[in-house]
Nanobody
Framework: QVQFVESGGGLVQPGGSLRLSCAAS????????MGWYRQAPGKQRELVAT???????SYADSVKGRFTISRDNAKNTVYLQMNSLKPEDTAVYYC?????????????WGQGTQVTVSS
């Protein structure tokens, strides 16, 4: 079955950077669009960034210019480079997939990786 394993989170000061990774299995990775989501305490999960099969990317307005999504099809892995982090970026970050961006998420979620931005 489809499985996502996120890693790379941690505690970082405002203005700092982190790089998240998500390894996917159970799908032909190169045939899927990928996305990063986040869920802050007491809030709904939101879509942060997407990358299509062909490599085109899109971002939520709140992270545009600070976050970069990328993918390595040979490693079945999607990345999220997060720069200029703000306290409001604190959340559990998840990845997911879809045949297209419009059909994300597949429905199964990994354990996520916690990102905490605090001084």
């Amino acid at each position: 079955q489809v499985q996502f394993v996120e890693s790379g989170g941690g505690l970082v000061q405002p203005g700092g950077s982190l790089r998240l990774s998500c390894a996917a299995s159970g799908i032909i990775f190169s045939r899927y669009a990928m996305g990063w989501y986040r869920q802050a305490p007491g809030k709904q999960r939101e879509l942060v960034a997407t990358i299509a099969r062909g490599g085109s990317t899109s971002y939520a307005d709140s992270v545009k210019g600070r976050f970069t999504i990328s993918r390595d099809n040979a490693k079945n892995t999607v990345y999220l480079q997060m720069n200029s982090l703000k306290p409001e970026d604190t959340a559990v970050y998840y990845c997911n997939a879809g045949v297209s961006i419009a059909t994300m998420p597949l429905g199964s979620w990994g354990q996520g990786t916690q990102v905490t931005v605090s001084s």
